[in-house]
């Protein structure tokens, strides 16, 4: 079992940064493949960003490529999303999750079935 606690939303201008954090609980995080995904006001929730176990392997959706950065560090038991040249677009909640069958070190998870658990989310709003 795992807990995952999102922070670093708020509210941003349209091209300006801002940095997700995900804090995990349990001492197994290294193990985990995380995934970033999030949701917009009446629209379903959609894949971000995934980063496998080791932290060797990234995979962004093309809505965020070059934009946005996955990275992790396992001695804190934590999960980063870096978020550059924001658009009033990446409005959104912003939800952290782990896939706890991972498997291989360079396996990186893209859809929201395949996670096992999830955080309460993050809301990031980028104002034009």
């Known amino acids: 079992q795992v807990q995952l606690v999102e922070s670093g939303g708020g509210l941003v201008q349209a091209g300006g940064s801002l940095r997700l954090s995900c804090a995990a609980s349990?001492?197994?995080?290294?193990?985990?493949?995380m995934g970033w995904f999030r949701q917009a006001p009446g629209e379903e929730r959609e894949f971000v960003a995934a980063?496998?176990?080791?932290?060797?392997?990234?995979y962004y959706a093309d809505s965020v490529k070059g934009r946005f950065t996955i990275s992790r560090d396992n001695a804190k038991n934590t999960v980063y999303l870096l978020m550059n040249s924001l658009k009033p677009e990446d409005t959104a909640v912003y939800y952290c999750?782990?896939?706890?069958?991972?498997?291989?070190?360079?396996?990186?998870?893209?859809?929201?079935?395949?996670?096992?658990?999830w955080g309460k989310g993050t809301l990031v709003t980028v104002s034009s």
């Open positions: 349990g001492r197994t995080f290294s193990s985990y493949a």
């Open positions: 999750a782990a896939d706890e069958h991972a498997g291989s070190s360079r396996y990186v998870p893209m859809n929201d079935y395949v996670m096992d658990y």
């Open positions: 980063i496998s176990w080791s932290g060797s392997n990234t």
